[in-house]
């Protein structure tokens, strides 16, 4: 088994962010990031609290605004028109979740780090981390059979829109497909973002395969991906581990767009 830990891509990159803040600092700019959150749950805290460390360790400034969802409009309308505020993020889900397109477009795109409004400047965190990841093990997806679980708005679509736009044929499908397993026995690289825990099982991977884990579900109150535990059994699979993987190199891809939102400001 060959594991693609993100970890170390992760702390280069958090060394060349923080040398990219201290350029900005001694202009006189202080990238800051604004998170606004609706709702109040275990698993989106979790992430607020890895994004204001990793903005603590290379000297941005991350702000975060909990109010009620009735108050996000005005709220992002004085965020978007804010110079100091360089990059701003609704936390997901909403408490309204039907309004998340109507939220998410209220952000200015120049500012809109997250990528997810229609016309955002920038490419969302998860897809620009397993891109980044599989560069970073020489893994090119050209001329392999690439199947997608998942067409979500955080990693699903833009993935597949990002890949398309490469030039990488892949197939998109959702984890209520009806044979999951004849789709994914054939495929020679898998990459799931469903968030719902244990779709994929050991059995339904072809030999040597490319599994990459995008997925996060809360079980029991613990974070888990979207492979059974019993995948890890496989000694044949190039594989993201069960942490460290796709997750570390989520928080530096928004930081990326950050620091670019930043610098954009400074010109």
Known sequence: MKLLSGQPLAASIKQRHKRQVRELLTAGIIPTLAIVQVKDDPVINTYIRLKERYGKDIGAAVKVYKIPQSRVKKL?????NLAEVHGIIVQLPLEIPSQTDEVVNLVSRDKDVDGLGAKSKFQPATPMAILWLLAEYG????????????????????LANMLQDSGINVEVIGRD????????KV??????ATGSPAVLHPDMIKP????????????SGKKVGDLAPEVYSRDD??????????????????????IRAATNARS
């Open 208 to 219: 040597g395969a490319i599994v990459v884990d995008a997925g996060v579900a809360s079980e």
């Open 177 to 184: 497909t009806v044979d999951l397993a004849a789709q994914t």
């Open 76 to 80: 992002l309308n004085k965020l978007s």
């Open 237 to 258: 699979l190039t594989i993201t581990p069960a942490k460290g993987g796709v997750g570390p190199l989520t928080v530096c891809a928004l930081f990326e767009n950050v």
């Open 139 to 158: 893994i090119d997806l050209r001329g392999k059979k690439v199947l997608l679980i998942g067409r979500g708005k955080l990693v699903g679509k833009p």
């Open 187 to 192: 495929a020679d690289v898998i990459i799931t």
